[in-house]
């Protein structure tokens, strides 16, 4: 939508009624030029798609990540194992403060606790160092076992509402989280196959495997107030889990963790968080996974480099279960693991994060099959999420491989296909496998000019380098089945996937030209789904938004690539580099 502006003077117009009307219709005017350049809810992707997503206020850190410049203890290395000295200072630092760690090379052997309201800093990455050895990381507490739902709600639980209605609030805790759920509609489903059948695999109920994530935030002796509105109706005999612990406002920034010597599974492991952050952290050498968000609500990971995870075959940055309000942005993750960033890894119940601004680069991790660099879904059900901005060789909606998810959003993204064909076959710029409906993938930029030939896969027998693979089981699987009368069969085809795919507004290099929905009129792409304006940390000389086929060029470099490309001693072969088109 192009709008025009006169830049007459209201005296050249005519009458003061006419100026009052020219007044009006410019107001007007801008009015919906805004509404058309930023709205969230834009008719590109239907309101009961979109969540509200305003970072600081519903997704990330509510209010933003504090700075706590007040600095409790400082540390320098000890030349020894520095595991207790910092564990102490932690111990000791009074709320909302700080702990600094001079730089140097620091040594931890053991597990640290991590407490609320507590900034651990160091003083840069390129200063600080933390040298993990053996099983050595930094942790939260939670229950164990994972609780169930035990309390009925009676009503409130539809979409836009905040206050649940029950009989008995007793066991629910003001700032502590609590999950809703209910019985699984006909499109929520598990792989008996993978998953198991029986119940509380994950904390999850596989009758109930639809679930919400929030820190209650009031009550009174027959409700309970949560953070956020419901993003869809919850209405089939709700019920909530109840969390016992939760760790708030907790922080770890400015500083280089290097798993050279270590084999934990995961050095920062985030339980049952609430407003917690990892920020401008360099991940050097994971074993496996960089970071374990479980249990985590409004928290976020920003402006991280993690490189070169020296397990194959395992996640990255993991969302691991009921994860939900996060902000994944501004990361760099180069064979930074299989895939690079994962929601729902079999745990499920991760719904309503963003997943923005990413540059993902190498997806191998040392394997011989098909690599992922962002995935929606690892492990049932997953929903609502949003990605946006990212840059990466592919993007997997949904794998399909444990069990179901929906409503996720695929929008301004660039997925080049770029991938080492001697070890990738079978491959697609973007996958959403079977039981995976209601999807929307709107303004993204897939493929390269010397892309192939197919644009989507189709019958028994799968093309390689094809722009989008949809509705097929097991996302790296090569062959495949006809339709299958029973959708409960977890090998078939799944056509509802294609028939309730947003599919509107994407180039993709084998048709070189823009696709529209021909029901959808509207052919204007807002500028971001979760930003009102130009975000304040993204840098003057950076074009935003960066990514689309309405942008001239369609693709320009992330704030997160520009890193990169500043950065020493990256390597990557010529063909894996996510370069734009």
């Known amino acids: 939508m192009k709008i025009v502006v006169s830049t007459k003077t209201p005296a050249a117009q005519g009458t003061l009624a006419s100026k009052h009307r020219y007044v009006r219709a410019t107001r007007l005017a801008l009015i919906l030029w805004v509404f058309a350049g930023y709205g969230a809810r834009a008719s590109v992707v239907p309101a009961d798609r979109s969540p509200d997503r305003t970072p600081g206020t519903a997704v990330g850190v509510v209010g933003g990540i504090p700075a706590r410049d007040t600095i409790s203890t400082t540390l320098s290395p000890s030349g020894g194992d520095d595991t207790a000295a910092i564990q102490s200072a932690l111990n000791n630092c009074k709320p909302e403060q700080t702990v600094l760690l001079n730089p140097g090379a620091f040594t931890i052997s053991n597990q640290i606790l991590l407490r609320s309201n507590v900034t651990l800093r160091g003083s840069g990455p390129t200063q600080t160092t933390i040298n993990c050895l053996g099983g050595a990381q930094f942790y939260t507490n939670g229950d164990w076992p994972n609780p169930l739902p035990t309390v009925s709600v009676s009503s409130g639980a539809t979409a836009g509402s905040k206050v649940l209605t029950m009989s008995d ?10 999950t809703i759920t209910q019985l699984n509609p006909d499109y929520v489903r598990y792989n ?15 009758t109930r495997l639809m679930a919400l994530t929030f820190k209650a935030t009031a009550k009174t002796s027959t409700s309970v107030t949560i953070e956020h509105p419901l993003p869809i109706d919850m209405t089939n005999a709700p019920m909530l889990t109840v969390w016992k612990f939760v760790t708030t406002g907790c922080g770890i920034e400015n500083l280089t963790i290097d798993q050279t010597k270590g084999s934990s599974s995961h050095p920062i492991w985030f339980i049952q968080t609430y407003g917690c952050w990892v920020k401008n952290v360099e991940f050097s050498h994971p074993f496996q996974r960089s970071i374990w968000l479980q249990d985590g609500v409004n928290c976020e990971v920003r402006q991280c480099y993690m490189h070169d995870e020296t397990t194959p075959k395992s996640e990255g940055l993991d969302l691991y279960q ?22 729902g890894d079999w745990g499920g119940g991760c719904s309503c994060n963003v997943i923005g601004y990413n540059y993902c680069l190498d997806e191998r991790s040392g394997v011989g099959t098909a690599g992922f660099a962002i995935l929606d879904n690892h492990g049932p059900h997953n929903m609502f999420n949003l990605y946006e901005g990212n840059m990466a060789q592919n993007i997997v909606a949904s794998d399909g491989y444990y069990g179901s998810s929906s409503h996720g959003t695929i929008f301004r993204n660039f997925a080049s296909g770029q991938f080492d064909r001697s070890l990738y076959l079978g491959e697609a710029c973007i996958i959403v496998s079977k039981w995976s409906p209601y999807y929307s993938v709107v303004g993204n930029v897939f493929g390269v000019s010397s892309y192939g030939s197919v644009y ?11 722009i989008y693979k949809l509705g097929y089981p097991n996302a790296s699987q090569q062959t495949f089945p006809t339709t299958d009368s029973n959708p409960s069969n977890p090998e078939y085809f799944d056509s509802n996937v294609v028939s309730t795919l947003i599919r509107h507004g994407n180039y993709d290099f084998v048709k070189k030209s823009i696709t529209w929905d021909p029901n959808n009129a509207d052919h204007t792409i807002p500028r971001s789904l979760y930003y009102g304006s130009t975000p304040s940390w993204w840098p003057v000389s950076v074009a935003f938004p960066p990514i689309g086929p309405d942008r001239n060029p369609m693709v320009s470099d992330i704030p997160a690539k520009i890193r990169l490309g500043n950065l020493s001693g990256i390597s990557a072969p010529s063909a894996l580099r996510v370069v734009a088109p």
Do not use: F
């Not at 609030?169 to 609590?178: H, R």
């Open 322 to 343: 009921n994860c939900c309000w996060n902000l994944i942005e501004d990361n760099i993750l180069v064979r930074a693991g299989y895939p690079m960033i994962i929601l």
């Open 169 to 178: 609030t007793t066991t629910v805790s003001v700032g502590n989280l609590v």
């Open 192 to 206: 008996p196959t993978y998953y198991g059948s029986g119940p509380n695999d994950c904390g999850h109920d596989k």
């Open 456 to 466: 989507e896969a189709s019958g028994l027998s799968y093309q390689d380098g094809v």
